[in-house]
């Protein structure tokens, strides 16, 4: 049982189409990896500027925390002062009067 010559052309064209179909197959699925290695590229960038937007809003945020404690050292630092300009207001009143 041996091969005619134009079934060996026939089985070579037929293996040829099919290597066509492969390398097709191979090119639309590299053209899609770079599509997707270009949006990664745009996500990466993406996320670096919403890390600095997160930077910020950790440092607003321990700002609003540090508040209520700046609060109390103002109100502490109003009650000395007052404590000690009624002090020295009743001692100047003792020797002036």
Not at 13 to 31: G, N, P
Not at 40 to 45: E, F, Q, R, S, V
Not at 50 to 57: C, E, K, L, P, V
Request: proline share 1%; hydrophobic share 45%; charged share 30%.
């Amino acid at each position: 049982m041996t091969r005619t010559q134009g079934e060996r052309i026939a089985a070579l064209e037929m293996s040829v189409e099919t290597a066509h179909k492969r390398l097709d197959d191979q090119a639309r699925i590299l053209e899609n990896m770079r599509e997707i290695a270009v949006a990664i590229k745009g996500m990466l960038g993406e996320m670096q500027y919403m890390r600095g937007d997160i930077d910020a809003i950790k440092i607003d945020v321990e700002m609003q925390k540090a508040k209520p404690g700046k609060r109390w050292e103002i109100m502490v630092e109003q009650l000395i002062a007052l404590m000690c300009a009624g002090l020295i207001g009743g001692l100047l009143t003792r020797l002036f009067l």
